[in-house]
């Protein structure tokens, strides 16, 4: 008989109603698929999926899993599986997970399809700080005309100022593409070195017209997983600090009173003296008119939340905007709703009515790329934690 691919079972178990255009894709594109959509009822309490209700024999029969975080509770309840893809980008909620530790059953997340919005949401929330919108929007309510004069020509624009990323990654990048078209210069950090320029481009999944495909916009690229390297990196003078790095032990609570501080212009650290930077050309600590503001659209616990709080209300921090915090939901009464110039958003930058097509789109290029014999994008380390 022919030597076609095998029959696979896709499970796919989502809280959204069955996308019939996507999964009548897969299927077009991958006709030996058995598809079986399972919608669940509800979400859980921490915005996840409810997993308990799934019936066995689907865990039984499934040989792939497109889920976000609906997992069988053991690797033997899913004999057969031997790919899930994750709809979120990040795994940290899963790493103990008895499908994580006990298994190797290839994981691949939704990373790099994230940037697009994500980064409008970091402009968004950005410019309403610098632009003072929130006091203009309360005007507009009172239909009142504002005309202190101190108050309409506070406002600044990003032109010639510096952003700082601390994980250059999908996110990263299209936040470094649209702030450099803003006229501002970007300073990119990341884990491992990146000294060459073949070292700097992104080998990810993009989607195209995105992103810094080249690795070129940063003005400077500093590296390494110290305090020092870290502290050198915060010290070059950033005008706004956008934290884009997954959570594993070693990046939790990351940015404390020490590195707050110095965002806010103190001096860095002796041992932080010397920049670990990739670039020949890095620039000195730089001189700025103000402090920084903070963005955070990656997870909660890399930040001491209590630590934020108190430099924002003593003014150590221009301000921040967070998309995520610690815990989730954040409590009504977490002194974080009530810190000065502070955006907190219920974690759903990420989100929009193009997710799930890109999300997809991801499962299905990696199928494609495995039947090739090709290494699939997004394929998690267990090592690593992402």
């Given at each position: 008989m022919g030597g076609g691919p095998d029959k696979e079972h896709l499970l796919i178990v989502l809280w959204d109603p069955e996308p019939k255009d996507l999964t009548a894709e897969i299927k077009r594109r991958f006709p030996y698929f058995d598809v079986t959509y399972y919608q669940l009822n509800a979400?859980?309490?921490e915005g996840r999926e409810k997993s308990q209700t799934i019936p066995k024999e689907l865990w039984?029969?499934?040989t792939i899993l497109i889920t976000l975080s609906a997992l069988p509770a053991r690797p033997e309840d899913a004999p057969n599986l031997k790919l899930i893809h994750l709809f979120s980008a990040g795994v940290d909620h899963y790493m103990n997970h008895p499908i994580v530790t006990d298994s190797?059953?290839?994981?691949?997340?939704?990373?790099?399809?994230?940037?697009?919005?994500?980064t409008e949401w970091i402009i968004m929330t950005t410019l309403v700080a610098s632009r003072h919108y929130a006091t203009e929007y309360e005007w507009q309510k009172q239909h009142r005309w504002g005309t202190e004069r101190k108050m309409l020509t506070a406002g600044t624009d990003w032109v010639g100022k510096t952003v700082g990323i601390a994980g250059y990654g999908s996110i990263g990048r299209q936040a470094a593409r649209v702030f450099s078209a803003l006229g501002a210069?970007?300073?990119?950090?990341?884990?491992?070195?990146?000294?060459?320029?073949?070292s700097r481009t992104d080998t990810g999944y993009i989607i195209p017209g995105t992103g810094d495909p080249d690795g070129t916009i940063p003005r400077a690229w500093y590296s390494g997983t110290s305090k020092a390297s870290l502290h050198a990196f915060l010290a070059s003078g950033l005008d706004a600090l956008i934290i884009a790095l997954p959570l594993t032990p070693a990046?939790?609570?990351?940015?404390?009173t020490a590195e707050f501080e110095i965002l806010g212009g103190s001096s860095a650290p002796s041992s932080a003296s010397s920049s670990s930077s990739s670039s020949s050309s890095t620039p000195q600590p730089g001189r700025k008119s103000r402090s920084c503001f903070l963005i955070n659209v990656a997870?909660?616990?890399?930040?001491?939340?209590p630590a934020l709080v108190a430099a924002l209300n003593n003014d150590v921090l221009l301000g921040a905007a967070l998309d995520v915090t610690d815990p989730e939901p954040?409590?009504?009464?977490?002194?974080?709703?009530?810190a000065k110039n502070v955006i907190?958003?219920?974690?759903?930058?990420?989100?929009?009515?193009?997710?799930?097509?890109r999300a997809y789109d991801v499962f299905m290029v990696n199928w494609a790329r495995r039947e090739k014999g090709e290494r699939m994008f997004n394929l998690v380390d267990r090592r690593k934690g992402y």
């Open positions: 979400m859980g309490r039984q029969s499934a190797d059953i290839a994981i691949t997340t939704s990373s790099g399809i994230h940037g697009p919005p994500i210069h970007v300073h990119a950090y990341t884990a491992g070195p990146r000294p060459t320029p073949a990046t939790r609570h990351m940015f404390s997870r909660g616990p890399l930040l001491d939340q954040l409590p009504p009464d977490d002194p974080l709703w009530d907190v958003t219920p974690h759903i930058s990420g989100l929009g009515s193009e997710y799930a097509q």
